[in-house]
């Protein structure tokens, strides 16, 4: 067989490879899927229901990760597998592409193993899908760029960032600079070519943007729309801020949960610094056409994702950040395994130093990641028929709906699962719920779409006077039987939602209060204009159906 291809099909099989073992991995660990996993799985079920972002619902700037999640169920049913698939397809895709990059950042299939296995290890929230998919797929595109930065390249790139906005806001404007720098760095010392190229790759991510801007002025307005992201974006990062960082504990044990936060926090801060150092020096004596420009832009993606990413709580937002890490960690080792003239004490220290830094890494993982509960959860300490027994249990479970589930994702949902069954046969698929306080996952297990165009009722979000008149636009003519208020949040409801509150108030009347362990429970609210049809065999409690 030709070389060429026989080096292509080996790395074909790699990334096939690290995306089949991304899988399992994701199966034999998972246990459901969270409650902030359901903010966006709310959204896509309320898109199943007739609704549409921005015209019909609150977006805060994903309407693309609730069209994926929604097309899945709509294709494949509300099974739990559906969801799942998606979230697995998304990892698995990442760590393809990671090895991919390295492919060409450093050709090892160990340093890409290893790449891969760090990013598994880390194991980011299902709901962080997108934070790995993205990049990954981001950095290829780089890397293509950089090598031969055509005008159909270009335009690719453009088209990539306007979908990575549409998955969130975020993530079009870090990959949107990523490319850039890579357009910038690769037409240097060019001033006119950087800066043809950065206009065709601006124009090309508006145009691919046009349609959803339109859109936005037809329902929303631009100007409002754009200011109730910044005011979304701002209460969140407030919210999330990391206020001090991460200090190293050199009195307890080596691998704990404050060396490895720190000894991960300062490594995805200097690994962009270094490498981008290091990438220009190499410039005329790259080992591949447009190495220099490709790292320099994977280390400004590096930087600005810690940037954007790296808050409270600091565990589960090292495991967002990790992909761009892996790939310029990745980039380093090759270095040090290249051939050099320095003498060989100097190469052994090199490469010494790097196995250690791998080694560290991988050792700041464990505590940081909960890898242990994790290889517990799997079985790995167990027999094989333990792990065999779990990935079947796993699968039974994916094959029920949120509302069969064994494990609720909030105490809220499931102390409500009398109150489903009730909505089950007592009201309409197309009526609506209003729960106070932030619990999406109850409008997914109860099958019905969120009232008011509001997800959640949380402090300092969407409070303005012009919010709540919007909301209570939305409630007055939607089909809302009931409204749910949990009682912890109730005090905080009544506060920033006056007027939501007021119209409550005039409009429903109590029907029961449900207790809910650990919880002041649940007060169900009932439609005062909403005629009876019946009475609900089991409680007595009215029908609307």
Known sequence: MDPVRLNTTKWALAAATAAVVTVLWRIQTFVGFSNDHYVHLARAQQILLGAWPVRDFVDPGMPLMYLVSAGARALCGGALATEFAVVAAGFAVAAAATVLCVRRLAPSLAIAAAAVLLQIQASPRTYSYPKLMLYGLAALVIIALAA????SRIVFAGAAIAVAFLFRHDHGLFIGVSMAACLLFVSLPDAMAAIRRLAL??????????????????????????RSG?????READATFLRSLPRFDLAGPAVSMANGQAWLFYLYVALPIVALVLAFRRRGREAWPGESAAVGALAVMAAVVDWGFLRDPLPTR?????????????????????????????????????MAAVVVTIGAMWPVAGTRDLLDRAGAYDDQEAIVS???????A????????????????????????YLDDCTETGDRLLVTGQFPDVFVVAGRGFAGGQIAYMQGFYTSREEQTRTLARLRREPVPFALLVLDN????????????????????????????????????????????????????PCFK
Do not use: K
């Open 230 to 234: 910044v005011e979304f974006s701002g």
């Open 490 to 541: 109730q005090p905080t409801f009544e506060r920033d939602f006056p007027l939501i509150d007021a119209y409550l108030r005039e409009r429903y009347a109590p029907l029961m209060d449900l207790p809910i362990p650990e919880t002041a429970g649940v007060r169900v609210l009932v439609d005062r204009h909403r005629a009876p049809r019946g009475r609900f065999a089991q409680t007595g409690w």
């Open 318 to 354: 090292l495991a967002d950040a990790v992909l761009p890490i892996c790939l310029l960690g990745a980039w380093l080792l090759g270095l040090a395994w290249l051939p050099r003239r320095s003498s060989l004490v100097t190469t052994v220290a090199a490469r010494g130093a790097a």
């Open 390 to 396: 779990n990935y079947h249990e796993v699968l039974g």
């Open 398 to 421: 994916l094959g029920r709906r949120e509302h069969d589930s064994y494990s609720m994702p909030s105490r809220i949902s499931g102390g409500l699962v009398p109150f489903f069954d």
């Open 148 to 151: 031969r930065p055509s005008p």
């Open 201 to 226: 790759l601006a124009a090309t991510t508006a145009v691919a943007l046009l349609p959803w801007l339109l859109f936005i002025e037809r329902f929303e307005g631009l100007a409002a729309y754009l």
